[in-house]
Nanobody, 126 residues
Framework: QVQLVESGGGLVQVGDSLRLSCAAS????????MGWFRQAPGKGREFVGG????????AYGDSVKGRFTISRDNAQNTVYLQMNSLKPEDTAVYYC???????????????????WGQGTQVTVSS
């Protein structure tokens, strides 16, 4: 069982940066691929990015490539989402997710993840 708690959301201006954190419980964090998803009002859940269990590989959704960076600290059981050059269309509730996975696989579908955090709101104001 893994429990995930996101933090770091808030209200920012266009072009600002924000870093989200996701703290995980449990002793086997390094076995889990981690993903970030977001959901805007009236829209489906969108893959933002993911990181492999060993941290060697990352993947990003097309809308955030070049602006967002995912990293993890397995010693601290934490995954981060650094968001730069924020746009109004980045406004959403951001969720982190986890699933046990081999290091070569970064799941990109929400259905592939079996643990979810409660979400944190990010609002980008113009």
């Amino acid at each position: 069982q893994v429990q995930l708690v996101e933090s770091g959301g808030g209200l920012v201006q266009v072009g600002d940066s924000l870093r989200l954190s996701c703290a995980a419980s449990g002793r086997t964090f390094s076995r889990y691929a981690m993903g970030w998803f977001r959901q805007a009002p009236g829209k489906g859940r969108e893959f933002v990015g993911g990181i492999s269990s060993n941290g060697d590989s990352t993947a990003y959704g097309d809308s955030v490539k070049g602006r967002f960076t995912i990293s993890r600290d397995n010693a601290q059981n934490t995954v981060y989402l650094q968001m730069n050059s924020l746009k109004p269309e980045d406004t959403a509730v951001y969720y982190c997710a986890a699933r046990e996975a081999p290091s070569y696989w970064i799941p990109k579908r929400s259905d592939d993840y079996n643990y979810w955090g409660q979400g944190t709101q990010v609002t980008v104001s113009s």
